[in-house]
């Protein structure tokens, strides 16, 4: 059907009083959970409308209908009704996923005809506000551990993968970059501010952390809290190919670090035990930590190798050269007689070899 400029006008502006009034009717009618569903599906039939006859001016009334689920999902009822433990989850869900699936929708419905502004905020709002659902049923699910270094880590890691889906975004072009960097740094400071509290302010080896800690070696709540960060950095590193190389190259030595710190911390644990907050550190302690250092390090180097990756390979150096501080420093103080000889003898044959091998990388 083709209008003409103005009345495509007037009529765009005749729908979006007509669903206003129907909106605000909604409002006094309908309770908490399905007032959000009916703001959600005038939004799909004002998508509904603008693809079938072309009226622009829909776009605007879809972009406030969002802000306002935004104010519903975040303020009123917001957060503290969705959390609240005697909500029924059926009606959290009513509230929180079906808005969500019918914007999906509308964003589906829209792709034809190009509204991008509409579509923007349609796709921001399913991203972080999905998120915003995800924190709800994990606090709801774990409750009281919500404030253990395990929960916070994971609410910080649902909180990266929000920013992530934003810088994602970001890569179908730039028009629209004045909302989705602001939008993902936010995330982004959150989410790490979260993971920092997590995993330093509360980490495990403390007094206040080790509490928390539950389940057997290696598959216990210490690898949900660094395990679960660092996969998401890992990905987010491997499909964000189009940011700067050098925010790229923070998030894998973030998403590093936080492996390191796993399997370090899941060593304290196996020498400590429940003591793994304590001041004690015990020789065969101080040997696995150089041997996993070592081990590290030289499957570093035979990934440069593989990679023929010149930074990789330094950084692997720079692993055996730490783990050798280490062990003159530190290990061998405790040794004595043939036992400190041998194990001299031992270390200088494995830096004969890998000076080699670095020798023959770099030719």
Same mark, same amino acid.
Request: proline share 3%.
């Given at each position: 059907?083709?209008?003409?400029?103005?009345?495509?006008?007037?009529?765009?502006?005749?729908?979006?009083?007509?669903? +206003?009034?129907?909106?605000? /009717?909604?409002?006094?009618?309908?309770?908490?959970?399905?007032? +959000?569903?009916?703001?959600?599906?005038?939004?799909?039939?004002?998508?509904?409308?603008?693809?079938?006859?072309?009226?622009?001016?829909?776009?605007?009334?879809?972009?406030?209908?969002?802000?306002?689920?935004?104010?519903?999902?975040?303020?009123?009822?917001?957060?503290?009704?969705?959390? %609240?433990?005697?909500?029924?989850?059926?009606?959290?869900?009513?509230?929180?996923?079906?808005?969500?699936?019918?914007?999906?929708?509308? %964003?589906?419905?829209?792709?034809?005809?190009?509204?991008?502004?509409?579509?923007?905020?349609?796709?921001?709002?399913?991203?972080?506000?999905?998120?915003?659902?995800?924190?709800?049923?994990?606090?709801?699910?774990?409750? +009281?551990?919500?404030?253990?270094?395990?929960?916070?880590?994971?609410?910080? +890691?649902?909180?990266?993968?929000?920013?992530?889906?934003?810088?994602?975004?970001?890569?179908?072009?730039?028009?629209?970059?004045?909302?989705?960097?602001?939008?993902?740094?936010?995330?982004?400071?959150?989410?790490?501010?979260?993971?920092?509290?997590?995993?330093?302010?509360?980490?495990?080896?403390?007094? %206040?952390?080790?509490?928390?800690?539950?389940?057997?070696?290696?598959?216990?709540?210490?690898?949900?809290?660094?395990?679960?960060?660092?996969?998401?950095?890992?990905?987010?590193?491997?499909?964000?190919?189009?940011?700067?190389?050098?925010?790229? /190259?923070?998030?894998?030595?973030?998403? /590093?670090?936080?492996?390191?710190?796993?399997?370090?911390?899941?060593?304290?644990?196996? %020498?400590?035990?429940?003591?793994?907050?304590?001041?004690?550190?015990?020789?065969?302690?101080?040997?696995?930590?150089?041997?996993?250092?070592?081990?590290?390090?030289?499957?570093?180097?035979?990934?440069?190798?593989?990679?023929?990756?010149?930074?990789?390979?330094?950084?692997?150096?720079?692993?055996?050269?730490?783990?050798?501080?280490?062990?003159?420093?530190?290990?061998?103080?405790?040794?004595?007689?043939?036992?400190?000889? /041998?194990?001299?003898?031992?270390?200088?044959?494995?830096?004969?070899?890998?000076?080699?091998?670095?020798?023959?990388?770099?030719?």
């Amino acid at each position: 059907m083709d209008w003409p400029d103005l009345p495509t006008r007037l009529a765009g502006g005749t729908v979006i009083a007509a669903l +206003s009034l129907i909106a605000f /009717a909604l409002m006094l009618t309908l309770s908490t959970a399905a007032l +959000s569903v009916a703001i959600a599906v005038m939004i799909v039939i004002a998508a509904l409308i603008d693809r079938r006859l072309d009226m622009p001016w829909l776009g605007l009334f879809i972009q406030l209908a969002v802000a306002v689920l935004g104010w519903r999902f975040l303020i009123d009822p917001g957060i503290p009704w969705a959390s %609240w433990w005697k909500t029924p989850l059926w009606e959290v869900a009513l509230g929180y996923a079906v808005p969500l699936a019918l914007m999906g929708v509308a %964003w589906w419905v829209m792709r034809p005809i190009k509204r991008l502004g509409a579509q923007l905020a349609l796709e921001s709002a399913v991203w972080s506000l999905g998120a915003v659902f995800a924190l709800i049923l994990l606090e709801r699910a774990l409750r +009281s551990d919500i404030d253990s270094f395990w929960g916070l880590s994971l609410a910080g +890691s649902i909180l990266l993968i929000s920013m992530g889906a934003q810088l994602y975004r970001w890569r179908k072009g730039v028009r629209f970059a004045w909302v989705l960097v602001p939008l993902a740094s936010l995330l982004g400071l959150l989410g790490f501010g979260v993971l920092l509290t997590a995993l330093v302010g509360m980490a495990p080896i403390m007094s %206040w952390g080790a509490r928390d800690i539950a389940g057997p070696l290696l598959l216990d709540t210490i690898a949900i809290a660094y395990l679960a960060p660092t996969g998401v950095l890992a990905v987010l590193v491997w499909k964000l190919d189009h940011i700067h190389r050098y925010l790229r /190259a923070a998030f894998a030595g973030l998403s /590093a670090l936080m492996g390191v710190a796993y399997i370090a911390i899941e060593i304290r644990r196996f %020498w400590q035990g429940e003591q793994i907050a304590s001041d004690a550190i015990s020789q065969g302690e101080l040997y696995s930590y150089t041997i996993a250092m070592m081990l590290g390090a030289v499957r570093l180097l035979f990934f440069a190798l593989v990679r023929r990756s010149d930074l990789l390979r330094k950084l692997a150096m720079v692993g055996i050269a730490v783990t050798i501080a280490k062990v003159f420093l530190i290990d061998m103080s405790g040794l004595n007689g043939l036992v400190r000889v /041998a194990s001299f003898f031992g270390l200088g044959l494995a830096l004969m070899g890998l000076a080699w091998l670095n020798r023959a990388m770099e030719s």
